[in-house]
């Protein structure tokens, strides 16, 4: 109940904001609003007071990457390198023979969560999994793995990976997977709008994953005419990939964004999605605590300094600091 007024508060604000600033003198009545809904939803956390807005929108197309694999990348694009602590997002599709055979990884976190089908991770430590369609693999790199991610079986094969930056004392933490089976990913429903929580909060439920750099990851499904407003903290960048369908984001009168689309997220301290359209909607918003230190980046390899890359390569190259178990190690 508490949500659904909250909501048809948000909605009205929102639907005021691009009136009143158009005028000078009525801010008062916005900040008058703010603080009658403030009082009214102290400790409802789908409220907020500053929706962030779309400052940049991209649409992903296709490239190739990895063994034949096909993705869009989201984030590591030339028009969007990073968005801290976010070094790259890639909505990949792989059928076989196409996959990621043996890479390494350091500095980083690798987040893969399956659309459709399913990967088997192999790596140099003897850890073996197949991840199916909405089960996530959380895989903290740390000082170093070295794996396979191929296709499990004919067909096509999708999901989201994700890759996020660790701050400079976790770059060589002991490397550790948290790995969530669909029916364990915490999911809500409000309104006709759906949320899978991968990480962080949402809609009362909370994600049982541990984000050493602080992320929220959120799968909304909104059926046709429903909404959701989501609090992200201030200082968090924010971004949302569309999946399937049309959203508007941000203000209700802009013009619906679609599929295959990113959207940056201003500043503020939540975010509003409203499916206008006639079909279902699908997107992930993912918000993080920026880390705002210097990024090397060598491929697979994400440092602070090139002085740190040079040691990797070094690392890697003799199956050392983290590569012991290269030496004479194959994914088969
Ligand atoms: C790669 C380094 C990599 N996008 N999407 C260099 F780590 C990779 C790589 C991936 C990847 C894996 C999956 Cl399962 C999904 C991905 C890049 O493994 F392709 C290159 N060239
Ligand atoms: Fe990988």
Not at 66 to 85: F, H, Q, T
Not at 108 to 133: R, S
């Amino acid at each position: 109940m508490r949500a659904a007024v909250t909501a048809i508060a948000n909605h009205r604000i929102l639907f005021l904001l691009p009136v009143l600033q158009s005028f000078q003198k009525p801010i008062t009545s916005i900040r008058n609003r703010i603080i009658v809904r403030n009082i009214m939803s102290e400790t409802d956390p789908t409220s907020f007071t500053r929706p962030r807005l779309v400052t940049k929108k991209v649409l992903a197309k296709h490239q190739r990457e990895g063994d034949g694999a096909v993705v869009r990348r989201c984030i590591g694009r030339s028009e969007l390198k990073s968005l801290d602590p976010f070094l790259m997002m890639d909505d990949f599709s792989v059928s076989p023979p196409a996959g990621f055979p043996d890479h390494p990884h350091r500095g980083f976190e690798t987040v893969t969560y399956m659309i459709q089908g399913g990967i088997t991770h192999q790596d140099f430590a003897g850890h073996k999994g197949t991840i199916h369609t909405g089960d996530v693999q959380w895989m903290t790199a740390g000082r170093g793995i070295i794996h396979s991610e191929m296709p499990a079986g004919e067909g096509v094969h999708k999901g989201l990976q994700l890759w996020i930056n660790l701050s400079s004392q976790d770059k060589m933490i002991e490397p550790r997977y948290q790995e969530l089976l669909s029916e364990d990913i915490p999911s809500a429903e409000q309104d006709g709008a759906e949320v899978r929580v991968i990480a962080g909060e949402s809609m009362g439920v909370r994600s049982p994953v541990y984000t050493r750099t602080p992320t929220l990851y959120l799968d909304f499904s909104l059926r046709p005419r429903a909404e959701v407003h989501q609090h992200i903290p201030e200082s968090w960048n924010a971004f949302a990939y569309i999946i399937e369908g049309e959203g508007v984001f941000g203000y209700q009168n802009k013009t619906p964004i679609s599929a295959n689309h990113v959207v940056v997220l201003g500043p503020g301290d939540g975010a509003s999605v409203w499916n206008k359209s006639s079909k279902p909607l699908r997107f992930v918003l993912i918000a993080g605590q920026p880390l705002n230190e210097p990024v090397v980046q060598y491929g697979p390899f994400v440092m602070s300094t090139q002085a740190e890359i040079d040691q990797t390569i070094e690392d890697y190259h003799y199956s050392k600091n983290g590569f012991e178990l290269a030496k004479h190690w194959r994914s088969h």
